[in-house]
């Protein structure tokens, strides 16, 4: 269990730094090709992003490092159920704080994050 902690909790810096540099690469290395983005659409439905989709959006993000923005990560929570994990982070990529649900399954022995469902405010 120690080392799955470990483990994710690495995962969730990853996260963090690919978030600030809003690194495409970097994410794609720890989000599974199949997994999805979910959130709450323009409309006030559910929206639903493949994440290649959602990568495409994050290289024509303006990074936070470029804003000269800075860091406000937290690990909020972690909770580890055999080859299933939920770490829920929160972030800031300016104008906005963002919550983040990652659910994650350990493939081969790898935590990667099969779905993300977020939330957002100013």
Same mark, same amino acid.
């Given at each position: 269990?120690?080392?799955?902690?470990?483990?994710?909790?690495?995962?969730?810096?990853?996260?963090?730094?690919?978030?600030?540099?809003?690194?495409?690469?970097?994410?794609?290395?720890?989000f599974?090709?199949?997994?999805?983005?979910?959130?709450?659409?323009?409309?006030?439905?559910?929206?639903?992003?493949?994440?290649?989709?959602?990568?495409?959006?994050?290289?024509?993000?303006?990074?936070p490092?470029?804003?000269?923005?800075?860091?406000?990560? =937290? $690990?909020?929570?972690i909770? @580890?159920?055999?080859? !299933?994990?939920? /770490? #829920?982070?929160?972030? =800031? $990529?300016?104008?906005?704080? @963002?919550?983040?649900? !990652?659910?994650? /399954? #350990?493939?081969?022995?790898?935590?990667?994050?099969?779905?993300?469902?977020?939330?957002?405010?100013?």
């Amino acid at each position: 269990m120690d080392t799955d902690v470990h483990a994710l909790r690495a995962l969730a810096q990853t996260y963090f730094d690919a978030a600030y540099d809003m690194d495409a690469g970097k994410f794609a290395s720890i989000f599974h090709p199949a997994s999805s983005v979910t959130k709450i659409a323009d409309d006030g439905d559910i929206g639903v992003t493949p994440v290649a989709t959602w990568l495409a959006v994050v290289r024509s993000t303006k990074a936070p490092k470029q804003q000269g923005a800075e860091r406000d990560d =937290q $690990i909020l929570s972690i909770d @580890v159920e055999r080859d !299933l994990a939920l /770490l #829920k982070l929160k972030l =800031q $990529i300016p104008p906005r704080h @963002v919550t983040d649900l !990652l659910s994650c /399954l #350990k493939v081969n022995g790898t935590w990667t994050i099969v779905q993300k469902v977020m939330t957002s405010k100013p």
